[in-house]
């Protein structure tokens, strides 16, 4: 059974800080790189940040500097740390492979976030 589970969300002001977690159990073998996404109302979901094998992160231009990815191989689990964050950020965070089509429509529940003062 396919487990991907998000953690850490919550309401958040601006400027503020919020980590996510997600427990993705062999889902994503140690090999395989693993990203954060996030789907905001009303809109496709779009990726974020993605750490490659050997801890290189690759983020979108709009979170970098604010975000930091990372992985704990010997968890199963990776972790997005969000900095000053802004209400655009708002949305509900899904790991997963990367890129997305690697998934094969395989998701998890998914974890919201929402910034506001």
């Known amino acids: 059974q396919v487990e991907l589970v998000e953690s850490g969300g919550g309401l958040v002001q601006p400027g503020g800080s919020l980590r996510l977690s997600c427990a993705y159990s062999?889902?994503?073998?140690?090999?395989?790189?693993v990203a954060w996404y996030r789907q905001a109302p009303g809109k496709q979901r779009e990726w974020v940040a993605v750490i490659y094998p050997g801890n290189i992160p690759k983020y979108k231009d709009t979170v970098e500097g604010r975000f930091t990815i990372s992985r704990d191989l010997a968890k199963n689990t990776t972790y997005l740390q969000i900095d000053s964050p802004k209400p655009e950020d708002t949305g509900v965070y899904y790991c997963?492979?990367?890129?997305?089509?690697?998934?094969?429509?395989?998701w998890g529940q998914g974890t919201q976030v929402t910034v506001s003062s």
């Open positions: 997963n492979k990367w890129p997305s089509l690697a998934a094969r429509g395989i």
């Open positions: 062999d889902f994503v073998p140690s090999h395989h790189a």
